[in-house]
C-alpha cells in the first residue's frame, strides 16, 4: 500500500499531462466535435481522480467530482455566455449595420479611407463586444464595400477577422479568452484584471497589428473569384448560375451521347457534373449514355435553363427527391416566377449544422432552393440532399427577392449578397444601446463584478422584449461551454498534480542563463503559435497556471506573464481553425487553408514583436 502511495503523486501528474496532450491532439486535427473531445476529457480527469485521488490536509480529495466540474459554473464562463447574448441582442436591432451602411452612403469622395475606417471600428467594437457576432455583423458589409471598391472579397474578410481578433485584446470582455485568464488568476490566488488593467499595453499591441491587417495583408491574400464568378460561368451573355436537373423518364436526353462533351439539345447550357447512383461524372463525358434519373450539375442563364425546360416537360429541376412531400407542385408555380440568386453562410449555433436539406425542409422553411454548397472555398460535388451542413458552409440559393429578403431575419443563416436592405425590429435599438452601454459603464467602473453586470444585461435584453428565450438560448454556443469547462478542469489538474509547476521548470531550464525578458519573449512566441491549432480559451487557461509558476520561479510579477497568456492566446491569425470568426469569413472570402498561414502567421511575429519591444519598457525590466 506504502508503495502505491509512493507513486501516486507521478500517476496523477504524468496521467494529466498524458491527458492534456491527448486533448491539444484532438482539439488541433478536429478528429471529433470539440463538444465530444472535451466532454471525454472531463470524464478521463473524473476516472483517474477517483482511483488515484489527490489528498489535501484534511484526508479530502482535491479533484473529487465537485472540483473537476465547477468549471462548468465558472463565472468568467457564466460572464462570456451572458455577453453572447448581449451581442445577439445588438445584432438582432441593426444598429451597427445602420451605421455602417450610414457610413457607406456618405463616404463621398473618401471612399478609400471607407475600408482602414471600417476595420477600425471594428477593432473599437470588439473591445466591448463578442466577437463573434461582430463579425457576422460586418460580413455583409464588407461584402458591400468591396464591391463599391471593385476588390475581391479576400481582400477584406480576412482582414476583418484579424481586425475582431486585435480589438478584443484591449479590455477584460474584449474576449472570452480575456475572461478566461482572469478566472485562472483568482483559481490561483492571485489578483485578477480590472477592466482596463491591460489596455495601454493591449493598444499598442493592436496598433501594430492594424498597420499591418491595413497596409501588408491585403497585398499577401490573392484576389479570389467568389462562388458566383467561379461556379455561374457557362454560356454566353446574362447572369450565370448552377442549377441541378434530374432527367425524367420521358425525357428527350434519355439515351443520348454527348458529343465532344457536349449536349445539343441543352442549348447554351454547360454540363459540369453527373451524378448516376453514388458515381459521379466529369466531363468529357466520354462512354456515357443519359439514364432515366441521372442528375445533371449545370451552368446556365436564367433564360437558358427556362428555355431548357420549357422544351423538355421531363426536366425536373431540382431532385424531386430532394423536395418534401406536396411540395412539386409548388416548387412548379415558383420556378415560373422571376428569381433571384443569393449567397447565405450557415451561422454558428445554427439548428442546421448536421442535417441534410431534406432533413431541415430548407425549401418549405425558406421558400427558397439551394443550387450548389461551398465548404471551405471547395464546390461539394456530392448529390446535395446527401451533405450534412457544417458552421460556416456556403449555399448558394435562388428564390424570390421576398423570399431572400427574408432571410435577414433568420437566425441560422446569415445572408452574404443584398447586403444594402435595412434589417428589421429596428425600434429595439434604444433600449439595446442602453442596455448594452450600462453594462459597459458598470464592468468598466467596478461597481458590481464583470459576472452580475453581464447576466443583468442579458436578463434585460430579454425582459425589455429585445430578444426572446428562445433567440437568447440560441445565441449560446454549446461548443464554447464544452470547450471552457473541460479547459478549466485541466487547469486544475495541472496545479494541483504540480504538472504546471513541472512544465514551468522545463522552460526555466531550457532557457537559463537568458534572462527575464527573453523568458516572457520565449512564452509569448510559444502560445501565440500553439493557439493557432488548438482552442485559444483552451490554450489561455492550461497556460495561465504554467504563466503564474514561471513568474514564481524567476521572482517577478505575475502580471506580466498573465498578460502575455492574454495577448499570446489571442493570436489566432495563422489557421481557420485558430479562432470561430476565421472559419466564418473563410466562405465569404473563398479562402484557401495555406492563405491564413501566409497573411495571418507574419502577424503573429509583428504581435510578439511589438509586446517583446513594449514589455520591458511597461514592466519595468
Not at 500500500?1 to 499531462?17: F, K, R, Y
Not at 468598466?444 to 447576466?455: C, N, Q, R, Y
Not at 526555466?508 to 502560445?527: C, E, N, P, Q, R
Not at 509586446?611 to 514592466?619: G, Q, V
Amino acid at each position: 500500500m506504502n508503495g502505491l502511495e509512493g507513486i501516486a503523486p507521478a500517476v496523477q501528474m504524468w496521467g494529466t499531462l498524458a491527458i492534456v496532450v491527448g486533448a491539444l491532439v484532438l482539439y488541433a486535427t478536429e478528429r471529433l466535435p470539440i463538444e465530444v473531445t472535451s466532454v471525454g476529457v472531463v470524464c478521463t480527469l473524473l476516472v483517474l481522480f477517483h482511483i488515484v485521488p489527490r489528498p489535501g490536509p484534511s484526508g479530502e480529495n482535491l479533484l473529487d467530482a465537485a472540483r473537476l466540474l465547477q468549471g462548468f459554473a465558472n463565472p468568467a464562463l457564466v460572464a462570456v455566455l451572458a455577453l453572447m447574448v448581449i451581442g445577439q441582442g445588438i445584432v438582432r436591432t441593426g444598429i451597427l449595420e445602420r451605421s455602417a451602411q450610414w457610413a457607406m452612403d456618405h463616404a463621398g469622395g473618401m471612399t478609400l479611407l471607407l475600408l482602414p475606417t471600417l476595420m477600425l471600428a471594428v477593432a473599437v467594437l470588439s473591445a466591448f463586444l463578442n466577437n463573434t457576432p461582430l463579425v457576422v455583423i460586418f460580413i455583409p458589409i464588407m461584402q458591400a464595400v468591396a464591391r463599391r471598391l471593385n476588390i475581391s472579397p479576400s481582400k477584406v474578410m480576412m482582414p476583418l477577422s484579424f481586425a475582431a481578433l486585435l480589438g478584443g485584446m484591449t479590455t477584460l470582455i474584449g474576449s472570452s479568452t480575456n475572461l478566461l485568464v482572469n478566472s485562472a488568476l483568482t483559481e490561483l490566488g492571485q489578483r485578477p484584471f480590472r477592466f482596463f488593467d491591460f489596455s495601454i499595453p493591449g493598444m499598442v499591441i493592436a496598433a501594430a497589428g492594424l498597420v499591418y491587417v491595413a497596409l501588408v495583408a491585403p497585398r499577401l491574400l490573392r484576389a479570389r473569384a467568389t462562388l458566383a464568378d467561379t461556379l455561374l460561368r457557362g454560356g454566353s451573355g446574362g447572369r450565370h448560375f448552377i442549377a441541378q436537373i434530374t432527367i425524367g423518364a420521358g425525357s428527350k436526353l434519355v439515351g443520348v451521347e454527348p458529343k465532344a462533351g457536349l449536349f445539343p439539345e441543352l442549348r447554351e447550357v454547360t454540363v459540369r457534373l453527373i451524378q448516376r447512383d453514388e458515381e459521379a461524372i466529369l466531363p468529357p463525358f466520354e462512354r456515357y449514355r443519359v439514364q432515366a434519373g441521372d442528375i445533371f450539375v449545370v451552368a446556365a442563364t436564367r433564360k437558358a435553363l427556362t428555355d431548357a425546360l420549357a422544351a423538355d416537360q421531363d426536366l425536373l429541376t431540382p431532385d424531386p427527391k430532394d423536395l418534401e412531400e406536396g411540395d412539386l407542385d409548388t416548387y412548379g408555380l415558383l420556378q415560373r416566377r422571376e428569381r433571384t440568386l443569393a449567397e447565405v453562410m450557415v451561422a454558428p449555433a445554427s439548428r442546421m449544422i448536421g442535417q441534410t436539406l431534406p432533413q431541415i425542409g430548407f425549401r418549405r422553411a425558406t421558400g427558397c432552393v439551394v443550387l450548389g454548397i461551398q465548404r471551405r472555398s471547395r464546390m461539394m460535388r456530392g448529390r446535395m440532399a446527401d451533405i450534412r451542413l457544417e458552421a460556416g458552409d456556403e449555399l448558394l440559393i435562388q428564390g424570390t427577392k421576398p423570399a431572400i429578403a427574408a432571410l435577414r431575419s433568420e437566425r441560422d443563416l446569415v445572408l452574404i449578397a443584398a447586403s444594402a436592405e435595412d434589417l428589421p425590429e429596428v425600434e429595439h435599438a434604444g433600449r439595446a444601446m442602453l442596455i448594452f452601454a450600462g453594462v459597459v459603464l458598470v464592468a468598466a467602473s467596478g461597481l458590481l463584478p464583470i459576472v452580475i453586470t453581464a447576466l443583468v444585461g442579458a436578463a434585460a435584453m430579454v425582459a425589455t422584449g429585445v430578444l426572446n428565450v428562445r433567440q437568447a438560448a440560441r445565441s449560446i454556443d454549446p461548443a464554447v461551454v464544452a470547450a471552457v469547462g473541460a479547459a478549466l478542469a485541466m487547469s486544475v489538474a495541472l496545479q494541483e498534480t504540480g504538472g504546471a509547476s513541472f512544465v514551468a521548470h522545463r522552460i526555466i531550464a531550457a532557457l537559463d542563463g537568458y534572462g527575464t525578458i527573453t523568458v516572457l519573449s520565449v512564452f509569448f512566441l510559444l502560445i501565440g503559435i500553439l493557439t493557432n491549432v488548438i482552442s485559444n480559451n483552451a490554450c489561455a487557461v492550461l497556460f495561465t497556471p504554467i504563466g503564474v509558476g514561471l513568474a514564481q520561479e524567476l521572482g517577478v510579477s505575475v502580471e506580466m506573464f498573465a498578460m502575455a497568456v492574454v495577448f499570446g492566446a489571442n493570436c489566432s491569425f495563422a489557421t481557420p481553425i485558430g479562432y470561430q470568426t476565421n472559419l466564418l469569413v473563410m466562405g465569404p472570402g473563398h479562402y484557401r487553408f495555406t492563405d491564413f498561414t501566409v497573411a495571418g502567421l507574419p502577424l503573429v511575429f509583428v504581435l510578439w514583436g511589438a509586446f517583446t519591444l513594449f514589455a520591458p519598457w511597461y514592466f519595468g525590466l
